[in-house]
């Protein structure tokens, strides 16, 4: 087979798999281990530069469930890790990997991409998966639901594949 | 459809789009917030291994002009991370989106791969896109164009798309 | 043409492409520059939260093989990082570049994923290739072949291609 390139038209409201997940990040304090699921590995303040943190850099093992609700049995995790990246506002860089472990899924998916907070929504790119997510595709739609200061925050993911094998 | 696996040959000099673009990075010196978009996050001489600022990591967002004059009005950001990654030599790891917010495109690019300074020009990934860019893969060039120590670089990046969707 | 979204079955045991590699990395310790090849650039004892050095993060540039033993004539070089990311056991998320420069292969694979080291084998993304990968998506699987202790590690990659170009 021969091909310039691949120019396909695909119809973005009708994805081969979707998934509405929510992504809960409770971050560490100092004392609260035991719920804390991301710490700052770097820069707490932001590095100087503007007013909104940059630089500022998260780890994080986030428990995804299929609910809002904090207290729901997780259906993944999220791992991975963010920064703020803008001088004016806060705005963050993702890359992450949704791990899924329950009777229903078992494999991974790859995401990388902007977080433009001040977006009500943002499109994040699924750049491949594992398991049963062998060579994924797609998009990674983040919504917040909900902000705690810098102590919690909760965004809805809506997952769109459109590659699925 | 079944199957072993996707054999295609691609014309490498047939993408579906092509973009020749202008990254300009403006390292923060700690008196020049106003203009400065990249910032050290850690290691700002390095982490002592070698003697090539192995380990140093900038966070940037940084305006993308379609010529190579830095007062041009960006058409795009490019937010993301870099660090170096040689003990002999100034190379780099990138990660990062490149995000258009103009009448022409609306959308974002995410790109990941090795830039290997001392090469005249060198490969990074296209894993996907979002928006005008929806699902896209390709290859980004660089090229650099201009260094001023360690306070400006300027690259050119040829974005190839081979996946148009 | 017009698809809804790209359905295709492949045969996960068929790649167009294998290639079985040994990645060892060898960490600096302050006098062992020489032989290092990576680097911890922030939080060597972890950032506080939980017992498994959460947030330490290493930038590498480790030499790959086609056998198992480290003397061995490297046939690529592995650039990027990988940070440790659970709170009770030892686990990490890697993003990095495999760079080949023989005669056999010019050119670089990009890789991200989760290397949940407690499975005896587990899955991370070939998300993108440049050169003679071209295009390139895949998945690659690691299996640790040895450790000891933080001084040096020894992964198995066992790339599988998918889609060549």
Same mark, same amino acid.
């Given at each position: ?33 035991? +719920? =804390?699921?991301? %710490?700052?590995?770097?820069?707490? @303040?932001? !590095?100087?530069?503007?007013? /909104? ?37 806060? +705005? =963050?860089?993702? %890359?992450?990997?949704?791990?899924? @472990?329950? !009777?229903?899924?078992?494999? /991974? ?57």
């Amino acid at each position: 087979i021969f091909a310039h390139s691949r120019s396909t038209k695909l119809d973005q409201k009708k994805p081969c798999k979707r998934m509405v997940l929510y992504f809960h990040d409770t971050m560490f304090k100092g004392d609260n281990g035991a +719920n =804390a699921t991301a %710490a700052t590995i770097v820069n707490a @303040n932001g !590095t100087g530069l503007g007013n /909104s943190k940059f630089g500022k850099t998260v780890v994080f093992d986030d428990p995804i469930t299929l609910d809002n609700n904090f207290h729901s049995t997780p259906v993944a995790r999220a791992q991975g890790f963010y920064f703020y990246d803008m001088k004016t506002t806060y +705005n =963050a860089w993702f %890359a992450y990997t949704l791990i899924f @472990n329950s !009777t229903q899924y078992k494999g /991974s998916i790859n995401i990388m991409g902007a977080d433009m907070m001040d977006e009500p929504t943002r499109d994040l790119s699924v750049v491949g998966g594992t398991g049963d997510f062998f060579m994924a595709r797609g998009i990674t739609t983040f919504k917040t639901e909900e902000v705690e200061g810098a102590d919690y925050f909760r965004v809805q993911m809506d997952v769109k594949l459109y590659e699925c094998y």
